[in-house]
């Protein structure tokens, strides 16, 4: 069965940095889009960035984001991770990793709306202090 669990949330105050991690059992990343949401208090859940299969093509990222998150794999211990830095209290919330198979056929938007994801973590939250 597969299960992807994240980790490394906290508390940090405005400015500072956190990665997270994402570990997935019962399935490899090899072959998958992975991907990082997160839900706002208040909000629905958005998309956070997401990383094609290939290293080839660059990852994308949010908007609120851009320059200040970065998405890696690393492929040896099937583990996904979210850098993020200069964290400002409006990226506070519960931060969610996902995966889904690389289909060609589906765009990145499609993954980035999250409906092309077919695995999801339980969320690690983040608090920014400002």
């Known amino acids: 069965e597969a299960h992807l669990v994240e980790s490394g949330g906290g508390l940090v105050q405005a400015g500072g940095s956190l990665r997270l991690s994402c570990v997935a059992s019962g399935f490899s990343f090899e072959n998958y889009v992975v991907g990082w949401f997160r839900q706002l208090p208040g909000k629905d859940r958005e998309g956070v960035t997401f990383a094609r299969s290939s290293s080839s093509t660059q990852p994308y990222y949010s908007k609120y984001v851009e320059g200040r998150f970065t998405i890696s794999r690393d492929k040896g211990k099937n583990t996904v991770y979210l850098q993020m830095n200069q964290l400002k209290p409006e990226d506070t919330g519960v931060y969610f990793c996902?995966?889904?198979?690389?289909?060609?056929?589906?765009?990145?938007?499609?993954?980035?709306?999250?409906?092309?994801?077919?695995?999801w973590g339980e969320g690690t939250p983040v608090t920014v202090s400002s």
């Open positions: 996902a995966a889904g198979m690389d289909r060609q056929t589906y765009s990145g938007l499609t993954y980035f709306a999250g409906y092309g994801m077919e695995y």
